[in-house]
């Protein structure tokens, strides 16, 4: 499962007991000061939970972005050397090619 679809997961479901929750709050036979404090208390649970999705969400995106920084720098460093080492063997390649001509050049005049 993906981190998308198990963070939505994770949110429906909490949505559902919040929903569950208050339903079951506000069907209990009890005064209505007292369903109101339950509710609130409930309602402040539910907003720290979330806080705390909230700021796990945001760190795993900020250890995503760094660790997608280091393979890019890892990327761009190892194309690099790739290029370096391409561009010594044409030069190599172009350097013996001419030097096979002029032998050549050299036998027939």
Known sequence: MSDSRGSDLV??????ILV????????APQSGAETRRQIGETAEGALEKSRELASHTAQKGRDLASETVEKGKEGARVAGEFIKDQKERLGEALRE?????LREASKKA
């Open 97 to 101: 090619g001419k030097e096979a001509y």
């Open 20 to 27: 569950g929750a208050v339903a079951g709050l506000l069907l």
């Open 11 to 16: 949110v429906a479901f909490g949505a559902g």
